[in-house]
């Protein structure tokens, strides 16, 4: 997937850094590598005043982070319609202890970006971004699973959201303790760090041939726990 | 920590299970485990019609989830505020690989709770909470490092959110494909469970002595990659 033309997101009242600016960056190429890495998202709208936020399978293609889910799905309608929303993701990289219980932390890289959905209502787009979902699980699965079909197509609702407003935020490093304490605790402190990291693959007790699938394998290289 | 008096959480308009109704649940010991298992959780609030999602640590105490920060975070001052809010808590537990594109899907575990929260303004309340966000990264960690001073408890703003009105939402399991596809299809398909780990701890080089923190260590046996 390329990269935008965009290096930055612009600086807006909603994006602007306030609090920790040091961690924070609209740097697109940090934002993007954050969506590309994570599998699901959190996304929230506003229904008559109250905030719901649910989790998402999400992927991003260029400039545009796509959606998909059952015509139902509250969350999802909301986007369709243009309400605005708010999506972020997190990405924990570790625990972070402190010789201070006030100084814990944790390593994290965070995306948030503001702005308002639309319906994918063109076909090869919608196909795209649905082979594109699929290709964010495990990169080649799109080519060993049955693409879907029109049936499917029609039951299925994609909404694309915009990266044109937001920013990124990182936490990297050691706990930043007062000097004092530094030089005079005898409190161990450091990083914990976390991966999220796959098992075995379960095969399906139904499947028929085939012992394994490549694109999986892959997927099972990549987050290997060692 | 002890659990609710309430086993199940009422059926609400906002907490209705609309959508694949058998993934759901209002029981409150799943609720709880999921909350005590996650290291973080998303909170979304409203700010002038918009809706704004951020990470937060978190730990359960009894029937709230306690949440802490400075006093200049966007989304806690609106917590603090008493401003409706959502809190979602979502853990991957595997990615899900049918035959069909389709039909992949995750399997996780996830919590939504809707509510206001409430500035902790006691003193003991205060300490206990930060105290249990602490021990909620590391049991037993709060026992090591130097508690809070009145400077870094003045500083700090901790936040309760009742466990009110929600729900749990649950998928376990291979993937579901159409009959025939089950039968025709040679595509492998199953699942691959995900976990989060932890690594190697990496000590801060300015450590003065102590080799290791007895805490990190059993957070370490916990999240073996093995």
Tied chains: 1, 2.
Aim: aromatic share 4%; with cysteine.
């Amino acid at each position: 997937m390329s990269s935008s033309k965009e290096s930055e997101l612009p600086i807006t009242p909603l994006s602007t850094l306030e609090r920790r600016a040091n961690r924070g960056s609209h740097d697109r190429a940090l934002i993007d590598s954050i969506l590309d890495e994570a599998f699901l998202c959190h996304v929230g709208v506003v229904a008559q005043g109250m905030p719901r936020v649910i989790p998402f399978a999400h992927v991003r293609m260029d400039d545009h982070v796509y959606l998909h889910g059952a015509r139902a799905n509250f969350v999802l309608g909301a986007l369709a319609a243009g309400a605005p929303a708010c999506l972020t993701v997190t990405l924990l990289d570790g625990l972070v202890f402190a010789r201070s219980a006030f100084h814990h932390s944790m390593n994290y890289r965070s995306v948030v970006l503001y702005g308002a959905g639309a319906v994918v209502e063109d076909g090869v787009e919608k196909r795209e971004a649905l082979d594109a979902l699929v290709e964010h699980m495990a990169p080649g699965r799109s080519h060993e699973a049955k693409a879907p079909d029109e049936k499917e197509l029609r039951s299925t609702l994609v909404v694309r959201f915009p990266i044109v407003e937001g920013s990124a935020k990182v936490r990297v490093g050691p706990p930043v303790d007062d000097a004092e304490l530094v030089r005079d605790s005898p409190c161990w402190a450091g990083e914990l760090p976390l991966a999220l990291v796959a098992r075995a693959p379960r095969a399906d007790p139904l499947n028929r041939e085939h012992p394994h699938s490549d694109a999986v394998l892959r997927v099972v290289a990549r987050l290997a726990p060692a």
